[in-house]
């Protein structure tokens, strides 16, 4: 993701989060954090054949332990797989960054987010009363631990078949 994507990372960010939709300054700081010495954030796009923006994600990566920032894919390219690319995508920067560890937050009614992080392994640590504001809805934390750098990393433990 560069900046030039941040237009229309933000309809799609405000079509799929519409309670609590990130603001583009947001994404401009995160964005800042990707790049050059000491960038511990990796933030990309995933684009349909004419170039359209239909999904996005990042992960920040601070001492050892990466954290998903967000993950999202167009409506209407729902169950294509392209939400489990983006997740793996981020895994092998979480292993990029040395990352011995990834945690995320996810509303505890998303259960289709939560399936899709179940299929890589990550697993319920905790809750976090009142998360997401507003509405004071918890978020479920998730945690997958990456023992050795090959872990099956960007390999959904459920395949396809
Ligand atoms: C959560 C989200 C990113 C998942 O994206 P996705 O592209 O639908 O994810 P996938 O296609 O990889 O997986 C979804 C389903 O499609 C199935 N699928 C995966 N690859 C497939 C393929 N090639 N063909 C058909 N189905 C496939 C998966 O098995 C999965 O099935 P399930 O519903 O039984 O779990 C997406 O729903 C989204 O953007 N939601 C709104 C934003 C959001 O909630 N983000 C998470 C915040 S924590």
Known sequence: MRWWDIAPV???ERALFPDDAWSKGLFWSELAHARGAGANR???VAVDDTDRVV???GLAAVDGTGD???IAVAFEHWSTGLGSRLLGEL???ATD???REVLLE???DNTRAQRL???FGFEPVGIRRGYYQPGNVDALVMRLTLVHPDNQQGMPHDSQG
């Open 106 to 108: 996810v509303r505890v």
């Open 42 to 44: 990796r933030y990309l």
């Open 97 to 99: 960054f040395e990352c």
């Open 10 to 12: 933000l309809d799609l």
């Open 68 to 70: 998903v920032q967000t």
């Open 117 to 119: 992080y179940e299929r």
């Open 91 to 93: 895994l092998t920067a």
């Open 55 to 57: 999904g996005y994600a």
